[in-house]
């Protein structure tokens, strides 16, 4: 069911914000067991975040969040497909998630393949494929560009498929009841930067 009454997102406003988990100032915020017995129940996380399955960059870690603050789902790249985008669609449909963020990173090894595999008219090995294919249109807006660009607009271009995903996504973000932002995570800094909206 649905929830009414929603609060505002906890995440800072856009699209300069740059959150908590920078120099050190991690809170680790809900995380004992009494948060977990409670949790036991049902879950009311207030965001979903669309993150890349590098290991060094866990979005509850990233955001200094707590356990059932955030739903989390994550694939090499942050692409989406059926299977995450149907988990994307409980989260908004079913536990009236409003914002989904979609984070991409510094040295995204998976947009990096994408551009080695695409640049040398090649073929990545096995599933890895589907990754690249996923990115390509990326890769080849920008060709000429350094791999940060990329990653930005492979973001930019998952936040566009979201927010076009028919047929639940879609009158929801037209409506203004759920938002879709892209942003870029610094592995250097630790800085989460909001991407630019058009």
Do not use: W
């Not at 988990?21 to 409670?38: A, D, I, K, Y």
């Not at 989406?80 to 149907?86: A, E, P, Q, T």
């Amino acid at each position: 069911m649905a929830r009414t009454n929603l609060p505002e997102p906890r995440i800072p406003p856009l699209p300069t914000s740059r959150l908590s988990p920078r120099l050190g100032n991690q809170q680790h915020p809900r995380q004992s067991g009494e948060e977990r017995t409670q949790l036991s129940k049902s879950q009311h996380p207030f965001a979903i975040a669309v993150g890349c399955a590098d290991s060094r960059i866990p979005p509850e870690i990233v955001f200094d969040q707590g356990l059932g603050d955030l739903f989390v789902c994550r694939v090499a790249g942050n692409v989406v497909d059926d299977h995450s985008l149907g988990s994307i669609e409980y989260a908004v449909d079913h536990l009236g998630v409003r914002l989904i963020v979609v984070l991409g990173h510094q040295d995204c090894g998976a947009v990096k393949a994408a551009k080695e595999t695409i640049a040398a008219k090649g073929k990545a090995p096995g599933h890895i494929q589907s990754l690249v294919i996923a990115i390509r249109p990326a890769v080849e807006a920008t060709v000429k560009d350094d791999l940060k660009t990329t990653v930005e607009a492979n973001v930019k271009n998952v936040v566009q498929a979201l927010r076009s995903s028919t047929p639940i996504l879609k009158s929801k973000v037209d409506s203004g009841d759920v938002r879709v932002v892209g942003a870029y995570y610094s592995l250097d800094t630790g800085a989460v930067n909001f991407l630019e909206e058009k």
